[in-house]
């Protein structure tokens, strides 16, 4: 069981690439979410889906986009990359809301780096 | 708005010391807060969490956390630290109707053998 798994796990883009992050979850969860983990900052939700087919705006969803394409999947998009993206990014889902008692998994993290 | 202070943000302790590690939220309702641990190199795994009922809350690892309403707080606590638990951990809180968790910005323990 490979849980939430995310590709690439590094990355290396210079300012103004595109690029897209892929997120995919085996446990049947409704939401997905991600969030970015900056030295100090603990981690900053940028995007959330309850489920297939919607999406809702974090904390931080500047220079972001995401598609909900399926159940299992859930990716973000860099646009036009820029340094201040340079993070550790995290995909994570659970059965339901976190305030409805499911237990958030997270994947391994991918680190991208905008030079 | 919702908010986590993780007040102690690097802890270092000698193997066999007692541990606590602070939290502290800002919501005035109905909460639900968790403690994640993330090793090096590797992603967040839950340590334990507290939806309702008993306030004391025991976890994995021998790890647990009081959840003390009056005072907003959700500290955690291990009796003897291992070099094992050398880690970063994170204090995250979910209120009712938000629609993903909110983080603290994490404390970095560092055991020493």
């Known amino acids: 069981n490979a849980g939430v798994t995310q590709t690439p796990k590094f990355q290396v883009l210079k300012t103004g690439q595109s690029m897209t992050l892929q997120c995919a979850q085996d446990m049947n969860h409704n939401s997905m979410y991600w969030y970015r983990q900056d030295p100090g900052m603990g981690l900053r939700l940028i995007y959330y889906?309850?489920?297939?087919?919607?999406?809702d705006k974090g904390e931080v969803p500047n220079g972001y986009n995401v598609s909900r394409l399926n159940k299992r999947e859930f990716s973000l998009r860099l646009e036009s990359a820029a340094p201040s993206q340079t993070s550790v990014y995290f995909c994570?889902?659970?059965?339901?809301?976190?305030?409805?008692?499911?237990?958030?998994?997270f994947g391994e993290g991918s680190w991208l780096t905008v030079v | 708005a919702q908010s986590v202070s993780q007040h102690n943000h690097h802890v270092i302790l000698s193997e066999a010391a007692s541990l606590e590690l602070g939290c502290n939220y800002s919501?005035?309702?109905?909460?639900?807060l968790f403690w994640y641990v993330q090793y090096p190199g590797q992603h967040l795994q839950l340590l334990l969490k507290y939806f309702s009922g008993d306030p004391l809350v025991k976890g994995i690892k021998g790890f647990e956390a009081e959840f003390i309403k009056s005072k907003f707080s959700f500290n955690l606590r291990k009796p003897s630290v291992q070099w094992s638990d050398t880690a970063e951990y994170f204090c995250?809180?979910?209120?009712?109707?938000?629609?993903?968790?909110?983080f603290g910005s994490g404390t970095r323990l560092q055991v020493q053998p």
């Open positions: 889906s309850a489920s297939e087919g919607t999406t």
């Open positions: 994570a889902s659970s059965g339901g809301g976190p305030f409805s008692g499911n237990t958030i998994y």
């Open positions: 919501y005035g309702g109905t909460v639900n």
């Open positions: 995250a809180v979910n209120s009712k109707g938000r629609r993903a968790l909110t």
